[in-house]
């Protein structure tokens, strides 16, 4: 177990690194921030020159692969370290110098416990990518298949484990504060983070979550994953179809090419909304390197090791708010937040949906090119605190790939109406999905999945009261608490102790009276 004058030091020395690119500034003046953060914060930055601007993005890389990380997880929490911070972090490039081609390849023959060659006849050593948790290389299989190998950095999961332990260390002392600490429950943004790193670090699961994606996007024409290679995929290595396309962010590229992007930027949006709101499991990392354009004018996207899930129960809701805020149905989407328990019961519905009001009416009326997805979130976060709305992980990461995706696609149609394009598909789930013959099926599906149980049911409740006869129940049996328990030892060692004094007592006493000691 790591001691906690280790974990004091490490975040000390991070909170060095930070104060050098201003980023302990907002911490220390934000009135919300408990006084035995902002004496750390003082004692970290005493000494060291700051920028005018902050550059937390700057900040994070320079401490290291789990800090780029845990900054992209925090880039969804402008509750919790303020709205330009998360903006900046955002712009976080998860990008480091490569690990040696030979150790690399060492890798792959360890992970596989067979010599490249008989998997791979050619690869380049030259990296397509270097990212803070694994680097990509091309490859040619020796069936001749044209590929993208992505190989964990040597070493990297005992350092994000290390780090984390610092990371759940200081959430459990900051959650501990209570107030203002409390709410933001940053114990739990840890252990998503945690989670979600655990995930990234086996490439097995990755490559699991582009297999499902990519039967969950069957079919949806124009948006496509590549597919994996099992054969030379384990926990340290992933071998993906190669894509051949244009990044899309290169817009210029995408016009010489012919491709029309006003339809990108839709099916994009459409894309997103497919996967989030209809399949419940989301690419949760749609940045700008993380989506290509086909010569056949299909988006392929790449890298998921950040996916998002949404129960079923939680999209309905996610549904009729989005509908209800483009419709302007303040009403109805606050009664959601109340039904949903993300605002607690003590407070008032009606002043809720004036609040929400608030948020969305600005907006109403304003040309395109003024309407933005990430305008509203802001305007939400700012009325969580009011109404003591927790955080909800799995909204907040939703929220993050809404505002990519509005970005890549304001980027490739600056006219795109994100409501305009989203309220049709929107309105068709919900009548699909909420309308009566959708009601009545769920009730119908629900009933019959009750009767099928009944037989389980009944068996259960025979076990649990069998027939009388056979061999007697036994009497219960007394709880006797063992001496070697540890925890338990100390009643016994006081005991001994105190016997022991006694003895030495009366044995002193009775030797003075004998005059052994006179």
Known sequence: MTRPSTHIWRLLKWGRTLAKHGALRGIEHDPNTPQPVKRLTRIARFGTVQPRNPDYAAAFQAIGPAAIKLGQSLATRPDLVGEEAARNLLTLQDDLPPVPFAAIRAEIARSFEAPVEALFSEIDPVPVGSASIAQVHRAVTSDGKQVAVKVLRPGIRERFARDISTYEWAAAHL??????????????????????????????????????????????????????????????????????????????????????????????????????????????????GNLFVRPDGAIVAIDFGIMGRIDRRARQWLAEI??????????????????????????????????????????????????????????????????????????????????????????????????????????????????????????????????????????RIEEMFPPRGGAPEQPPLPEIRLMWDQRELWPLRLLGYAVAALAGAALVWAALAAGWLG
């Not at 071998?239 to 839709?266: C, M, Q, R, V, Y």
């Open 322 to 459: 989005l509908y209800g805020l483009t419709t302007g149905n303040y009403q109805r989407v606050a009664e959601i937040h109340f039904e949903a328990q993300y605002v607690p019961s003590y407070h008032s519905v009606d002043e809720f949906a004036t609040a929400l009001r608030a948020v969305g009416e600005p907006m109403r009326g304003k040309p395109v090119s003024e309407l933005s997805v990430g305008m509203m979130l802001d305007g939400l976060f700012a009325i969580t605190r009011d109404f003591d709305m927790q955080t909800q992980p799995h909204l907040l990461l939703l929220q993050k790939t809404m505002v990519m995706v509005e970005g890549i696609a304001t980027q490739l149609h600056p006219e795109i109406n994100m409501w305009d394009v989203s309220a049709p598909y929107v309105r068709s789930w919900i009548r699909d999905e909420l309308g009566p013959e959708a009601a009545l099926a769920d009730r119908i599906r629900t009933d019959v999945q009750t009767l099928l149980r009944l037989p389980a049911l009944v068996r």
């Open 175 to 288: 959650e501990a504060l209570g107030g203002e600490a409390a709410r933001l429950r940053p114990r739990l943004t840890i252990a998503n983070f945690k989670r979600w790193t655990n995930r990234e670090l086996d490439l097995r699961r990755e490559a699991a979550s582009a297999s499902e994606l990519a039967e969950g996007m069957r079919g949806f024409e124009g948006y496509c994953i590549p597919s994996i290679d099992w054969d030379r995929t384990n926990g340290k290595v992933m071998t993906i179809e190669w894509i051949d396309g244009i990044k899309i962010s290169d817009t210029e590229a995408l016009k010489a090419a012919g491709h029309d992007l006003p339809a990108l930027a839709s099916r994009l949006v459409l894309a997103f909304l497919t996967q989030a709101i209809s399949a419940g499991f989301f690419h949760a990392d749609m940045h700008q």
